[in-house]
């Protein structure tokens, strides 16, 4: 029998953005891992990664004490005490800033960060070193909601909430395959259509995914075409009388502009032919939306991983802004971000572009805000660079010093190989992580061991505005450090005032009274406030109960935004997005004849660091593959079953065909989960180019021209 060595602890998952709860309870070899009854993101529900969490907590692989590289021959890596990992880490940054000034060093961190460690960073980099060159993973992710949020919103504001799902007439699914990224959120909808089978669901996807089966219909939309489709239902909305015209007269503006635009995708035949779906299917659809009060349209990497991700997520905006279904139960768009802690990431400001409490880089009232908060003595003073630009700049030797948190961007970047290149050629490269081989592990001149999960302590917010608290309910494993004390001893060691924190509560603590400084004075006011939160002290902290921000006051919690009408832009009025479709930015032809389309599968996460220890998961897909439809198989001379070559103009990998049944012809899927550990370099990120949104910088990873040959 297994013994329970300790009370169960609660927790929330550290996979995907749903952001479930946890009931961790430690054993003598491990932690039994069961669903959390009371967390109101999962009501109990874990889908299969969730509950093989207790699988993956081995100390196999994982990098237990301080490493720094040698310069001999051989790069040895050799064991390091904390102190001079840290000396050697502050120093370097101190002298290449002396010499180069602050945009020469940079931090690219993660999603993977608890809250508290994101605030640390972006306060060492913005508010001390003076640069922000510091960006994140969720770049890759969900940066195209935030710049559609804040054009359309006037801040990054996510209307509404899971239950809205369940409460919808109509569901539909963007860019989503919600069943295998989304899992249980997917299984909130299938229980609601059970209850009630007029709930209707679209799947909008090139791909026939496990999330199609659920779905009333499918348009198999080709990649890339989104505001094609959401201009012609903009168009059709109006002119078949859905519009609200109350609430558009008295909450928003623009919409002359957007409708003009959407006037080019008036006609359906046109748009069906644009989007390569059958007309009636379309018309079926867009019937559907203008007469059907409570709709959920919900988006996720499918649109925001895109060269037009911004302007996807507007036109999906305008449609709910013309009908005026947001802000209210069971309707809005609702952005399904990837990560457990994306949105928490942007709570603190943990993009390049942003600041710390939902304020503005670009904006010098909003800088002068932080600055006096922090007492900053070189506060940042334009944007840094985002994460494809700030490898590039590492390549260039514009940037001289990286560190890198709780992420692979050798794999998990577009255009992987430059980024191996510029890592390369980086003098100084800082790695915090929990394994010790990876690929970027692999560039690290100083390595620092990281808590993982189960170890950490500290508060994730989910893609419904929900704060919960992750909690340690296993011992720090070697020498490993939580990441926020890392950054605090390297900004110590290099003079910098105000990084003595006596625990995580104390950093959530500044990061809630920052919500609120000067808040509301003109030019200042913004939605996220963390009021309730203010002033907790640690037993407080550590009791602390799910709930969704803005908290107003102790223990509230606010599950929707906008219902009074009211918007973040200074006029209060919703903002309209003018949206003029464009194609993905290299078409498929010539050497290039096919389109990859790299996304996750149901049973493994990020680059399988953590999930590749569990069997059970392996077995669900065991290797790296590529879904083929058969008459491109056929015409690129592979067969079901075999190893191929896949090659765009930026590099190559090799994967075994399969057929799922569910891929257009001329298109392809890759999984993304694979690393450069295995025999062949299995990194899908070296195929997929660089191109990025030009306001929100995320890469697009959706659309790659690409050539299949035998292997
Ligand atoms: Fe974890 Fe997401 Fe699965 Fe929930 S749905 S258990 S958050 S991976």
Redesign the pocket.
Known sequence: PVIPIAAAVRTT?P??G???GIKATPMENGALIEGDPEHMA?RGR??V??SALGETLGLDGRLLAPAIREHDKLRTLRTSSWDEALDTVASRFASIIAEHGPDAVALYVSGQLLTEDYYVANKFMKGYVGSANIDTNSRLCMSSAVAGHKRAFGEDLVPGCYEDFELAELVVLVGSNTAWC????FQRITKAKEARPGLRIVAIDPRRTATCELADLHLPVKAGTDVWLFNGLLSYLARSGAADDAFVAAHTAGLDAALAEADGCASIEFVARTCGVDPRLLLEFYEMFAATGRVVTAFSQGVNQSSSGTDKVNSIINCHLLTGRIGKPGMGPFSLTGQ?NAMGGREVGGLANMLAGHLDLDKPAHREAVRSFWDAPRMASKPGLKAVDLFRAIEEGKVKAVWIMATNPVVSLPDADQVKRALARCELVVVSDVTANTDTAAFAHVLLPALGWGEKDGTVTNSERCISRQRAFLPAPGEARADWQAICQVARRMGYQGFDYAGAHAIFDEHARLSTWRNGEPGLERAFRLDGLVGMERAAYDALAPLQWPVRHERESTPRLFADGRFAHPDGKARFIATAPRAPVHAPGGEFPLVLNTGRLRDQWHTMTRTGKSPRLAGHAPEPFIDLHPHDALTSGVRDGELARITSRWGAMVARVAHSGGIARGAAFVPIHWNGQTASDARVGAVVNPEVDPVSGEPEFKHTPIRVEPF
Do not use: E
């Open positions: 998952c996979y995907c749903v952001g479930c999962s874990l889908c990664k969730g989304h899992p249980t959120l457990p």
